[in-house]
């Protein structure tokens, strides 16, 4: 079993977006999958990986796998995705803003903030003061935004796709920054990672990422955000649906204003276009 683990982990990266997933996180995956899944458990035992490979329950464990992880990851991952070796290679050469942008522009979450990144960082700057460390939690390209901090904290930024995160560590090379990078997967993780990793006076960000750890497994963000011992945490939500310009309801977000409001924080809130921002204080 565990020899055929690694193919099929291959097979599922095999799709472009994908293909920056850290392996171990994919192969639990395909575990679990096999684990509650009969046939392909047999197919495994008794087939040939040729044979194995062409059978229908093989395509649906391979279909399955590869929606989850769309859902979480690889539906952020815009078209061109594989330049950014290439753009931190320029960027190197040239640490212009212009150049920063076009890494921004490769993830959904970044692009679709790019116009607003100096209005969000001096809103919620003037709610809680200039960081002197930026913890981002499910950072995606967001380190990227450095420049429009307009201040020089250490960054340590965190997520599940490995090789994204060594891309960031380049760049904080390159710039001189003060940062770190660290793989968290912030459902499994029992988070005296997380607590290990931050300290009262942070500023934590965890932005666009609760409704999709949500739909992986229900009422994880109670529990991430009690162990967040930082006094300000910012939390943002998209206010478009994923495929386009539909607006999701206000309502949606109630289950998180009441919860927040459970665990005993402050809430401010402002918006830009495509994204609203809760800033949680203590
Ligand atoms: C919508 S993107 C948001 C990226 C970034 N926070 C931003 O807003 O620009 C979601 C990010 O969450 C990360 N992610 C998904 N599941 C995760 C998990 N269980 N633990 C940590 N990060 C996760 C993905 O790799 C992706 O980078």
Redesign the pocket.
Known sequence: MEDVTGVIVKDVLAKKELRN?NQEFVKEKVRKYVGTHKEIREKIKKEAYVRLRRSKEYKALIKNIRAELRE??GV?ILKGYDKLPKLLDELKKNPSLENHNKILAL????KE?LPYYLVVYKKIFEIIGTPKRII???????PFSYPYLGCKPEYIA????EK?LEFIKEYFEIIGIKGQIKK??????NLFEIEGVIKKDDLV?????LD??ET?KRNVSERILKNIKAKDIVV?FSTKSIGGKKAIHKDRRAWFEKLVKKIGFKIKVFEIPGESFYVLTK
């Open positions: 997933l979480i990851y952020f993830h959904k979450s970044t903030r981002d939690l499910a950072c995606g390209l967001n965190c997520d599940l796709a994204d968290i997967d912030l459902i499994k993780s960000l965890l932005l666009k990422t999709s750890l992986v943002s």
